[in-house]
């Protein structure tokens, strides 16, 4: 089993900052995918960024693009989402999620979720 922990949500304005933390124990290896999913209210969870087990290879919805940046620091078991240029529509809890061997894209690959972060965007 492999626990996540994210944290690092908050209230901002628009156009300002927020930086998530995702913390893995348990049963984590650098063959692990990480990343991040959000759930607005009353629309379905979707696909924000992730990364390889290396940390190499990222991936990034093309709404969060030139804005969010993730990273990964593998002896600490740990990932970073720095946001920026926060936007209203970015209004989500975020869900850090790990996957063995693959990056999670989609709901279908994740294995692992953390409990979830408020991010709230104010216009």
């Known amino acids: 089993q492999v626990r996540l922990v994210d944290t690092g949500g908050g209230m901002v304005q628009a156009g300002g900052s927020l930086r998530l933390s995702c913390a893995a124990s348990?049963?984590?290896?650098?063959?692990?995918?990480m990343g991040w999913f959000r759930q607005a209210p009353g629309k379905e969870r979707e696909f924000v960024v992730g990364i390889s087990g290396s940390g190499s290879d990222t991936r990034y919805a093309d709404s969060v693009k030139g804005r969010f940046t993730i990273s990964r620091v593998i002896a600490r078991n740990a990932v970073f989402l720095q946001m920026d240029s926060l936007k209203a529509e970015d209004t989500a809890v975020y869900y850090c999620?790990?996957?063995?061997?693959?990056?999670?894209?989609?709901?279908?690959?994740?294995?692992?979720w953390g409990q979830g972060t408020q991010v709230t965007v104010s216009s």
């Open positions: 999620v790990a996957s063995p061997q693959v990056i999670p894209t989609d709901v279908s690959y994740v294995t692992y």
């Open positions: 348990g049963r984590t290896s650098s063959n692990y995918g």
